[in-house]
């Protein structure tokens, strides 16, 4: 009976050892999760709302924990003082113009620390040293965007359907378009004269790219136009000259145009014997019975000659004037016959 009484005990004995043993191998790798056993140094910040972090929480930096919030206590009217442990292991990383901001581990996680920033030529942060803070977003702003964003969404899904309403109804440009297959064909019939504009303007660019082929093949008149030197000069020395005759015309011109401006002048002035004719109606009429005088004074004068042959003092002087121009009439008339043959 003693015997059993002994076994139970040791095997009691056992099992609270090993409990013992198993509490402080817990305890152990709590203690280093935390770095509650690891030497440090104490950093102070300063924070306007903390969002609920507890004693005991992890610091990080640079996605590596570097040690954990010691306490939490409020300073001044509205502040809030926050201890931070560092171990001396990631003393030489930190420096003092580094920034301090509340974080989340994870969406919904605990809060944390977040220790980011500096400069290597700052030195590193001391015991009792205090670090600049940024102030993070807190959740209640993150909701209070989310519920501006929800209301922003819905007006804009209710402006939607106002639109897909109108659209649905033919209300409008494009319901119109969407509805009215008239309007429709009117744009089918648009866009197929697009394509023939287009096709015309690929074979308008396709006959310049051949003229360009034919202006750049050798022994056509517009290469060596553009290309022989000779021609262009005698092509310039013939616009010289064109440009001369052009000038000499012009010249021409001008002078008839004065002389022409002088014969009106001339005929319209009472100065000149042509103007006197052309303007003086007394003149006119003087001169015109003169003719008349003239006229019938030819006629008297004829008379009288046609009487003088007739006299008996002068018949013998007509006659033998009249059988000479006969004798040089027949004598010219001899010369050109011999000279024909």
Do not use: C
């Amino acid at each position: 009976m003693s015997a059993a009484k002994n076994k139970r005990a040791v095997i009691v004995g056992i099992f609270v050892l090993l409990g013992i043993l198993i509490f402080i191998a817990g305890v152990l790798a709590l203690g280093g999760q935390r770095k509650t056993f690891e030497k440090g140094l104490t950093v102070r910040v300063m924070f306007d709302d903390v969002n609920g972090l507890q004693p005991g929480n992890n610091i990080w930096f640079s996605g590596v924990k570097v040690g954990t919030v010691k306490s939490i206590g409020l300073s001044g009217p509205s502040q809030v003082e926050v201890l931070l442990n560092i171990g001396q292991k990631s003393q030489q990383y930190i420096h003092k113009d580094a920034k301090a901001k509340i974080g989340s581990d994870g969406l919904i996680g605990n809060k944390i620390v977040v220790i980011y920033g500096g400069t290597a030529q700052a030195p590193v942060v001391k015991d009792g040293d205090q670090l600049v803070v940024q102030n993070a977003t807190s959740t209640d702003e993150i909701m209070n965007t989310f519920q501006k964003n929800n209301q922003n969404l819905l007006a804009v899904t209710n402006d939607f359907k106002v639109i897909t309403q109108r659209l649905v109804e033919g209300q409008g440009s494009i319901g119109k378009l969407l509805t009215d297959e008239s309007l429709m064909n009117h744009m089918q019939a648009t866009i197929a004269t697009l394509q023939r504009a287009s096709t015309n303007a690929q074979l308008l660019t396709a006959n310049l790219a051949d003229y360009t082929a034919k202006l750049k093949s050798k022994g056509s008149f517009a290469n060596e136009l553009v290309t022989d030197t000779t021609i262009f000069h005698q092509l310039r020395a013939t616009t010289v000259q064109i440009q001369e005759a052009t000038r000499t015309a012009n010249a021409v011109t001008d002078n008839l145009k004065k002389v022409t401006e002088g014969l009106s002048n001339n005929l319209n002035s009472t100065n000149t014997p042509a103007g006197v004719l052309l303007n003086d109606k007394e003149a006119a009429a003087n001169l015109k019975a003169t003719l008349q005088n003239l006229q019938s004074g030819t006629e008297k004068l004829d008379e009288n000659m046609e009487a003088l042959q007739h006299n008996f003092f002068l018949r013998g002087f007509f006659k033998r004037k009249a059988k000479a121009e006969a004798k040089a009439e027949e004598t010219s008339d001899s010369t050109s016959t011999s000279t024909s043959h």
